[in-house]
């Protein structure tokens, strides 16, 4: 992850006021941002827009001009302030026209997230992995980092295998991501199993709190939908 700048974008306080709540512990009935307008979105590092994708609404993330080639993109949900809960989010993601060969499409949100995006713990996917015929590739299909200490070259260097699983992943497709957090534990489920893929049980930032965002690599086709929250 690299330093962000940021374009604002307008928050809308109607809808974004029960996932507020939501997030915060004073409601627990869940909140679902459809992702059909970019109201209540704050742009790092990216640009957007709201396109129909593969038969949906969906906001599609784009890199900003004159950027390095190793950055992120954020989207952060204003005025959401989560700690513990559930997170479910509907990504689809692939390698952009530009991207380099061994670029993956990666693609996912932050959560409990400051300073727009750099203290934050992540979860993300590598689609274009989950279907390689490299059974080292596959293992390495979704991926815990936190920022701004814990990218994934320190994570696999000091405990490989611990911070990134398989999964089944189709590059493009429409892919639903579910987040459960609880103190310093959160675990991350892929297109409705009964079973988590990934489990991180010393989440690096400690009992902390923050916004929501969608997240993706400078060099993704990245697009996002359902964005639900309790």
């Known amino acids: 992850m690299k330093k962000h700048g940021f374009v604002f974008g307008f928050t809308l306080a109607v809808l974004l006021a029960p996932l507020v709540m939501a997030t915060s512990g004073q409601d627990r009935k869940a909140s679902t941002l459809r992702l059909d307008s970019l109201n209540g979105l704050e742009l790092v590092d990216a640009k957007a827009e709201v396109v129909n994708y593969r038969g949906r609404p969906a906001v599609h993330l784009i890199a900003a001009p004159n950027q390095q080639k190793d950055y992120s993109m954020l989207a952060i949900v204003s005025g959401t302030d989560f700690k513990d809960g559930t997170i479910e989010l509907e990504v689809a993601g692939a390698p952009g026209k530009d991207a380099a060969p061994d670029d993956r499409g990666f693609i996912g949100l932050a959560f409990r997230s400051q300073d727009r995006g750099n203290r934050a713990e992540y979860f993300y996917l590598r689609p ?12 390495h299909s979704v991926q815990y980092v936190s920022t701004p200490d814990f990218p994934w070259e320190r994570l696999r260097k000091e405990n490989p295998g611990v911070y990134e699983s398989y999964t089944d992943l189709e590059a493009g497709a429409w892919t639903k991501m579910k987040v459960t957090v609880s103190g310093t534990k959160a675990q991350l489920y892929v297109n409705g199993a009964d079973q988590p893929c990934l489990i991180v049980n010393d989440l690096k930032l400690g009992e902390t709190h923050g916004q929501i965002a969608l997240w993706a690599f400078g060099t ?7 964005l639900t929250v309790k």
């Open 220 to 226: 993704t086709d990245a697009y996002f939908s359902n």
């Open 128 to 139: 274009t992995n989950g279907r390689s015929d490299d059974q080292l590739r596959r293992n």
